[in-house]
């Protein structure tokens, strides 16, 4: 099967998916947070959906991650580059950055998190030592150097439920832990996408320095840096698209 790469779109990419062709709306895990859009980049037709929805009104614990997963597989999807915005714990790394980390500590509760629920199929225990797919890890690491994009490979990624950030104390006990980037929505994405055969990787948007850990209050950090790690990613997802061919 060619390889085709969709993209899960997070906050500040929403306007990506205005005015595009809509595909799959519906599946058998109930509806997506956006119908599977069809993006032009670098001259290819490419699927992504909006995590938060087209209204960006969707917060990090009510998505159908499943629905999301489900309906990119059935518009075709082989891999998933998904775009999250993530707080960085250490000072090495700074808002405005992007990265691909290269492990997850998942901290969230209470959502639909996987499609083996028994019923009658068995038990299926998912190998998940390496939570992201090594060979498109790779490739968009491979973009962003041909790209001349500063982008850090490595770090573990701690999601947490949200929706609201993290005390200092917590930011704290997740260091302990061996965090370094702290998103909302990574998983249950990352391990769905596996369940379902897809390599995903997830390409960090650093956009604050954790609760604790900055100078300036959070949201300040957030207005300053976001649209830096938005151009970054977004000449990144260029060369991966001019480099790696789609099917149409
Ligand atoms: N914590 C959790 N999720 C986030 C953060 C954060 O600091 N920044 C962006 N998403």
Redesign the pocket.
Known sequence: MPERTALILG?GFTDLVAASDALVAETDYGVPSSAVHRVSLSGQAVLALARHGDAHSLPPHRINYRANIAALRDAGATAIIAL????VIGRIRAPGQIAVPDQVVDYTWGREHTFFTGNGAGVEHLEFTEPFATAIRRRVLAAAAAAGVDCLDGGVYAA?Q?PR??TAAEVDRLERDGADY???TAMPEAALAAEAGIDYVCVALI?????GRGDQP?HAD?EASSATARGTAMRLLEQYYADNEQST
């Open positions: 906050s999250n915005t993530v707080g947490t949200g950030l993290e702290i998103g909302m956009v604050n320095r954790a609760a959070i957030l």
